[in-house]
């Protein structure tokens, strides 16, 4: 090919059309671009057009403070690169939007992408958190790093976390206490936590076996799900500093920030929770005031919050033993709808129901049973914008 060819392909090739997929990264490069000069950054912030995974890769001798995941869909493929390109004390932000297949629609494709069963529960959302910490938790632990949630929220139609991403190779092997498969009666769906290893005076033993194979309180089989990560989902410290400041803070979001952020500070730091509606439709009996029935676990001696992640959630220190005590308390005043005669007599509803007390049940009004957040008026639980509020269908590349 002589010059002149030469010079006539390369002009054809810069004259090609740019595809729909290239343009749009270009315009968003260009728009990095102008908010980086708008806010006079340009010194510290670099925007790029190359492949996410490698920038990661290429930057994590010198590390980033701060790494931001927000992918469409999974983010599993950037975390190798991230929880090693983040500076020791660094912080990692991941988004998933994928919450039909963390929430127990698909828990093949679940282990496929997280490494754990998903399980469908009314608790699906905080269990979706607890996916993805285990699954952060464990790419660290590969590269004698550990991890420490500050903040995990459910909103919307995804999850996000926030954590701290720190080098030791000691504190990885407490990933083995932190972490925990589920047991979810498939009847009833009382739900025991498993851990995998428990760690006593810095010493790790191996976990016994603490559920049967037959739920005890209806008879049923267990479905297994997990391993998800069991200990804190939030640093309250953190929490209790970002609502001391929200005030002072000009956001259009402000209101609903300071409510999800008010629960998140009033929930106990327990794995998963039961929803008040389901268990008792599960009996067939009329659902309680949510006030009585976290006034009749106070009354017992127990402890109890919302999750923000559900405005039907009861969470809380007391076994299951005793929530159904309450359950059969209340349907004692308010009987249930009891199963036909031809059904059979080891029918969960009636298992449960028939099963003696052991518990005596007040529900008597506790002074704390409504929480400052409900009490304030504060915005827990927004309703959707619009109908079929959602993530779209994922943008297609034009070929043509």
Known sequence: MDGEQATKKAKLE??????????ELLEAVKAMKENIRHNGVENIVKPSQEDAIMVMYQNKRKGFHAVDL???GCPSTFLDAAVQCV????????????????AGNTPETCYVKYGAISLKTKACHEMA???????????????????VPLLSVSVDFYIRVFVKVIGSQLKCKDNASKTGLVYQC??????????????NSNKFSRSHLISDKNCKHCKSEHY????????????????????HNIDNMKLKTRKRIKGVLTMINEELDIPLYYTLNRIMSLVKCITPPMILFRSALLNAGYKVSYSHASKFSIKTDAPTDVIWDIVRAWEKLHPAKRPMENVPTNHPAL???????????????????NPISRRTGLLRFP??????????????????
């Not at 500076?87 to 963390?102: P, Y």
């Not at 309703?383 to 043509?400: H, I, S």
Request: proline share 6%; aromatic share 6%; hydrophobic share 40%.
């Open 14 to 23: 810069t004259e090609k059309p740019i595809k729909e997929g290239e343009a």
């Open 70 to 72: 927000d992918p469409y």
């Open 87 to 102: 500076i020791n004390g660094g912080i990692l932000l991941v988004t998933a939007t994928d919450m039909a297949v963390l």
């Open 129 to 147: 958190l607890r996916i993805l910490l285990q699954h952060i938790a464990s790419h660290a632990g590969r590269h004698g790093r550990y991890i």
């Open 186 to 199: 498939k009847s009833c769906e009382s739900f025991t936590i498993q851990p995998i290893m428990k760690i």
């Open 224 to 243: 297994v799900a997990g391993p998800i990560w069991i200990a804190s989902l939030h640093d309250q410290t953190f929490v209790s500093r970002l609502l």
């Open 351 to 369: 298992n449960i129901l028939d099963s003696p007390m052991k518990l005596n049940v007040s529900f008597a009004l506790h002074s704390e049973a």
């Open 383 to 400: 309703e959707n914008p619009v109908e079929n509020w959602g993530p779209l269908t994922r943008a297609k590349m034009n070929n043509n």
